[in-house]
């Protein structure tokens, strides 16, 4: 059972930036895609990002690509999502997830393919 702990949410202005963290707490294997999925009240998590944790493919929602930056940190066991140019549409509580059987060098960006979960961390942009 691997256990992700997200931390770096915060407050931000318009236009600001945040970095998100997620460390896992086993080695992800090289069957492993990470990802980010964000959920805001009311509204369905939808995906974010994600990474292939062996190709280090990338891949990114149409309403983030340009803005966020995912990327993985193999000897730290951590996947983080650089978020610049933040809106007050971004506000939500963001989740970093894995799919244990992402091969292929594939991404997936269905909620149902990832196995482990992690707490959220609130992100807030305000105008």
């Known amino acids: 059972q691997m256990q992700l702990v997200e931390s770096g949410g915060g407050l931000v202005r318009t236009g600001g930036s945040l970095r998100l963290s997620c460390v896992a707490s086993g080695r992800p294997s090289n069957n492993y895609a990470m990802a980010w999925f964000r959920q805001a009240p009311g509204l369905e998590r939808d995906f974010v990002a994600g990474i292939n944790w062996s190709t280090g493919s990338t891949y990114y929602a149409v309403s983030v690509k340009g803005r966020f930056t995912i990327s993985r940190d193999i000897a730290k066991n951590t996947v983080s999502l650089q978020m610049n140019d933040l809106k007050p549409e971004d506000t939500a509580v963001y989740y970093c997830?894995?799919?244990?059987?992402?091969?292929?060098?594939?991404?997936?960006?269905?909620?149902?393919?990832?196995?482990?979960w992690g707490q959220g961390t609130q992100v807030t942009v305000s105008s």
């Open positions: 997830a894995a799919d244990r059987d992402a091969h292929g060098g594939a991404v997936s960006v269905a909620l149902a393919r990832f196995d482990y």
